[in-house]
């Protein structure tokens, strides 16, 4: 059975990527771009797959889950440049949304 990682066993699997090369991380507008870039592409397939606009035959197929992939590392180097622990970070934010919006929405019914 494969090991599950944390969030911050990711986080250090990528820094030892990056720090492998000498140019290191990109500039934080750099990681901006290259964040903003992704995320156009991950927009893309879900409006080829679930919006009106579809994919033209000369385009290449390509899957969501890797778009979110290669976001995801952007997200990844850009905490990393920045000193951010995401593992933390998340837990702060599930934690806000467990107090301050617990009443927020309908709970399911068992």
Not at 60 to 65: H, R, T
Not at 84 to 98: A, D, F, G, P, R
Request: hydrophobic share 35%.
């Amino acid at each position: 059975m494969e090991e599950k990682k944390t969030l911050s066993d990711l986080q250090l699997e990528v820094d030892t990527y990056i720090n492998q090369f000498k140019e290191g991380y990109f500039p934080p507008m750099e990681l901006l771009a290259r964040l903003t870039e992704e995320l156009g592409e991950l927009s893309r397939e879900i409006q080829h797959k679930y919006g009106i606009k579809k994919k033209k035959n000369t385009e290449v197929e390509k899957e969501i889950a890797d778009e979110m992939g290669d976001f995801f590392f952007v997200l990844l180097c850009m905490a990393n440049a920045e000193g951010i622990n995401l593992q933390q970070s998340l837990e702060q934010v599930l934690n806000k949304y467990n107090t301050r919006d617990k009443d927020r929405w309908t709970i399911k019914e068992d």
